[in-house]
């Protein structure tokens, strides 16, 4: 039982990281794509971990895991891009999320790829695209929280969503 493993790590660390996690994995989110174009190419991952912040001016945020291979390219960049999954784009999320050990330019080849006006990878047929400035990086415990003032939306067809819960993909 989680709840048993916690007690016994006492009340010191009352929330184990796996109990942490099995509550996060009952949050509905939203599937996105997050890109850059890097010093050495294209470069992109799999999250879920993005929120809008303000749309005075339009912000957001993206919490990216200062492990992956591409978080240095994220790093050196000025700009990126944040693309949100339709239904219809499971394979796309897929090739980004590390598990078919696809890296940099590889994970490209699913999906049709646009350079957006800030020089980033854009996918035509996302529900919608968001070109950030990357204004502000702060590491917290394992990952970058990137912040980025949005440059440029583009909208796609309004329809249905790629999700992630229960740590598997739904279309919403
Ligand atoms: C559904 C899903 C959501 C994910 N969300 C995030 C996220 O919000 N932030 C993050 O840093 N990694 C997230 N990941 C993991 C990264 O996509 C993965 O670690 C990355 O693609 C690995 O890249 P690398 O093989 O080049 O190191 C997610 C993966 C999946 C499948």
Known sequence: MILDEVRAHGVERLVEPGLYREAMSRLVAAVHV????????????????????????????VCLNRRIRSA????????????????EQQAVAESFGGRLSLAGEQRFSVGHWREGTLGVPCLEGAVAVFECALIESRTIATHDVLVGRVEAVTLGPDREKLAYVGRGYKVV
Do not use: E, I, K
């Open 34 to 61: 997050v890109t850059t174009q890097g010093p050495a190419g294209r470069a992109g991952f799999t999250a879920t971990a993005v929120a809008s912040v303000s749309d005075s001016p339009p912000t957001l945020l």
């Open 72 to 87: 240095g390219a994220f790093r050196q960049s000025g700009s990126f891009a944040v693309n949100l999954l339709s239904g």
